[in-house]
């Protein structure tokens, strides 16, 4: 494939909304939709997005027998399904500060310990070049009301059997659901 170009079509509070004008190897003339966080995108290079925008968190309680999960409404889909918390990287703050900060306001729980930070990775690459770093950590507390009107969000702990069940019952977000099954097995 060869890029030719792209220009933006929606700027948002949030995304911003780009056509890709591209080149197929049989010589066809194509245009690609997506979003990204950047809303300042002028050539192929910054496709390739240099920054990490949000934080994907796995939270175990101190006993790892419990996984916390928030079951969210999310608007873009038009019906509660069952995350990782998560959120943006507000600017100047690192991976670990956005996660305690996140974790604070959607569960009210305390993080007590990072144990790992993955490498960052797309979060929807078919669509958007935004990308986010997992980290797995341990939280305590006592689970609150998240704390933004912008957010319906119910967090709980949930054990391996109880996680088990609600993969048959209802939807997850790809990367929830894959992790989930394989931690409950």
Known sequence: MKFRSIRKEYQGDYITYYKIGYETDGCSEKIYEMISRDPEIKNKDDLNNKTTDAVIMIIHDKTEERILLNF????????????FPAGLIDEGETVSEA??????????????????IWKESYSAVGFSNEMGSVII?????TIQK????AEEIKAAWYTKEEVRSLLNRYRFAARTQAYCYLWSK
Do not use: F, P
Request: charged share 40%; net charge negative; no cysteine.
């Open 72 to 83: 969210e409404y999310r608007m873009a889909v038009g019906e509660w399904v069952y995350n």
């Open 137 to 141: 950590g341990t939280a305590e507390g």
């Open 99 to 116: 996660a305690e900060r996140e974790l604070r306001e959607e569960t009210g729980l305390k993080l007590i310990n990072i144990k790992e």
């Open 146 to 149: 998240s704390d933004s009107e």
